[in-house]
C-alpha cells in the first residue's frame, strides 16, 4: 500500500508550508547583523524543528535513488582554500545524535575575587544575560539561507543524501561503523509533546511521512 503513496505530492505539499514558514522567520531576524537575545531565541525555537522537517521531505525525496561513487583515490589533492564567508552555506543532512550520558553543566564561575594578597578589592560581578542583550546573528543566517537553498532544490538535496548512502555501504561493506540512517529513532529534533504552533504540527506530519518511508524501505530490504 505505501509504494502506491503519492509521496512527491505529500512531499511538495510540506515544502510548500515551509517556505512560508521560513520567510516568517526572515522577517523576525530582520537585516541587522545584530539581534536582541529575546529576537535569537525566538527564531532558532522555530528553525531546529524546521530544519528537522526538511531532512524528513529530503530522506522521503531519496528512497529510490541509487549512485555509484567513484573510486577512493589513496592520495586525495588538496581541497581549494577559502574563508567561511566565501562558501556557501550548506544544509546538514543529518539529525544530531543524542548524548547518551547527558548531565547538567552549571555556568562557569569568575573566579576568585581577590587582586592582591595586601590589598582586598572584590571584582565587578558578571552581568546577568537580558532579553535586550545584542547577538551576532551570521550563524543563524547562514542556516537560514542554507534552508532556503536546500527548500529551493530537493531534488539536489535527495543526490547528496544518496551519496551519503553510498558512502555509508562503502564503509559498512569494509567493516567500518557509520550510522544507519540520516534521521534518528524517536522524536525528531526540536519537537515539543503536544506542541500546537504551525512549525509543531508541520514536522508532526513530516516525521510521520519518513517514518512511514522508513518502514517499507526496511520492508523491502533496504
Given at each position: 500500500i505505501l509504494r502506491h503513496w503519492n509521496w512527491d505530492e505529500m512531499v511538495e505539499a510540506n515544502r510548500v508550508r515551509l517556505i512560508g514558514l521560513l520567510a516568517g522567520l526572515f522577517v523576525l531576524l530582520g537585516s541587522g547583523d545584530?539581534?536582541?537575545?529575546?529576537?535569537?531565541?525566538?527564531?532558532?525555537?522555530?528553525?531546529?524543528?524546521?530544519?528537522?522537517?526538511?531532512?524528513?521531505?529530503?530522506?522521503?525525496?531519496?528512497?529510490?535513488l541509487t549512485v555509484t561513487l567513484p573510486p577512493v583515490q589513496a592520495f586525495p589533492g588538496m581541497l581549494p582554500k577559502g574563508t567561511g564567508a566565501e562558501r556557501k552555506p550548506v544544509f546538514r543532512l543529518t539529525d544530531q545524535m543524542r548524548?547518551?550520558?547527558?548531565?547538567?553543566?552549571?555556568?562557569?564561575?569568575?573566579?576568585?575575587?581577590?587582586?592582591?594578597?595586601?590589598?582586598?578589592r572584590p571584582l565587578a560581578k558578571n552581568s546577568a544575560p537580558t532579553d535586550d542583550d545584542l547577538i551576532d546573528s551570521a550563524a543563524l543566517r547562514r542556516r537560514l539561507a542554507a534552508m532556503k537553498a536546500a527548500l529551493d532544490?530537493?531534488?539536489?538535496?535527495?543526490?547528496?543524501?544518496?551519496?551519503?548512502?553510498?558512502?555509508?555501504?562503502?564503509?559498512?561493506?569494509?567493516?567500518?561503523?557509520?550510522?544507519?540512517?540520516?534521521?534518528?529513532s524517536g522524536r525528531a529534533p526540536g519537537h515539543r509533546k503536544g506542541g500546537k504552533r504551525d512549525v509543531d504540527e508541520l514536522l508532526a506530519a513530516c516525521q510521520e511521512l519518513a517514518l512511514r518511508c522508513r518502514a517499507m524501505a526496511e520492508a523491502e530490504g533496504r
Open positions: 545584530r539581534v536582541t537575545r529575546v529576537v535569537w531565541r525566538q527564531v532558532l525555537a522555530r528553525l531546529v524543528p524546521m530544519e528537522s522537517a526538511l531532512r524528513r521531505l529530503i530522506f522521503v525525496m531519496a528512497r529510490d548524548d547518551p550520558d547527558p548531565k547538567r553543566r552549571s555556568a562557569p564561575g569568575i573566579g576568585p575575587r581577590v587582586l592582591y594578597l595586601d590589598e582586598w532544490d530537493l531534488p539536489g538535496q535527495a543526490m547528496r543524501l544518496a551519496r551519503w548512502y553510498a558512502r555509508r555501504d562503502r564503509k559498512q561493506a569494509t567493516g567500518s561503523h557509520s550510522r544507519e540512517y540520516p534521521i534518528r
